[in-house]
């Protein structure tokens, strides 16, 4: 089965840019979406088809996509942006949705 | 505003069934793919399955095929999850989500299989 393989984790201090990885063999051909989940919460969408960003979410998040590699950035990384951060995307079919492994984002 | 409220868990023994809901508002609700996502204690997320607006096309995560049935009743802006023949390692979070591109999230429905 296709999978997304993400860092366990990734340590910034305040101010710093914060780069988190996924990578899967589909990515040049299909999108990627990352969601953000603090403790308790429901994910929230932070970045749509690569590099789109919805309205509400902050500036300093961004996204690219490469090869079979995508990223998302958080540039000047806050301490209210510690969080679960997961990457998401479909197979070569399209039919099967996946979500990376998460990577756990601490600032401070 | 969209909201999605999800229904229904509770704790079921092993080899049990539950059937999960979600009530859809602020939205043309028929427009849209759904998707069930579950996130198991501790762990990450995991997409279960999805339909598409007219319910003629649905895809399932490998480890629930043939016990999981997503379905939706487009008149009652409603989503639902039947799951039979329930596993321990089926005990997560429940989550009920817009779109296959998913945009947005409900807050989950505790889901424990347990003797």
């Known amino acids: 089965s296709y999978e997304l393989t993400q860092p366990p984790s990734v340590s910034v201090s305040p101010g710093q840019t914060a780069r988190i990885t996924c990578s899967g063999d589909?990515?040049?051909?299909?999108?990627a979406f990352w969601y953000q989940q603090k403790s308790g919460q429901a994910p929230v969408l932070v970045i749509y088809?690569?590099?789109k960003r919805p309205s509400g979410i902050p500036e300093r998040f961004s996204g690219s996509s490469s090869g079979t590699m995508a990223t998302l950035t958080i540039s000047g990384a806050q301490v209210e942006d510690e969080a679960d951060y997961y990457c998401?995307?479909?197979?070569?079919?399209?039919?099967?949705?996946?979500f990376g492994g998460g990577t756990k984002l601490t600032v401070l | 505003e969209v909201q999605l409220v999800e229904s229904g868990g509770g704790l079921v023994q092993p080899g049990g069934s539950l059937r999960l809901s979600c009530a859809a508002s602020?939205?043309?609700?028929?427009?849209?793919?759904m998707s069930w996502v579950r996130q198991a204690p501790g762990k990450g997320l995991e997409w279960v399955a999805n339909?598409?607006?007219?319910?003629?096309?649905?895809h399932y995560v490998d480890s629930v095929k043939g016990r999981f049935t997503i379905s939706r009743d487009n008149a009652k802006n409603s989503l639902y999850l039947q799951m039979n023949s329930l596993r321990a390692e089926d005990t997560a979070v429940y989550y009920c989500?817009?779109?296959?591109?998913?945009?947005?999230w409900g807050q989950g429905t505790l889901v424990t299989v347990s003797s």
């Open positions: 602020g939205f043309t609700f028929s427009s849209y793919w």
């Open positions: 088809e690569d590099s």
């Open positions: 339909i598409k607006q007219d319910g003629s096309e649905k």
């Open positions: 589909a990515l040049p051909k299909k999108y």
């Open positions: 989500a817009r779109g296959d591109d998913i945009d947005y």
């Open positions: 998401y995307s479909t197979d070569s079919s399209g039919n099967h949705r996946v």
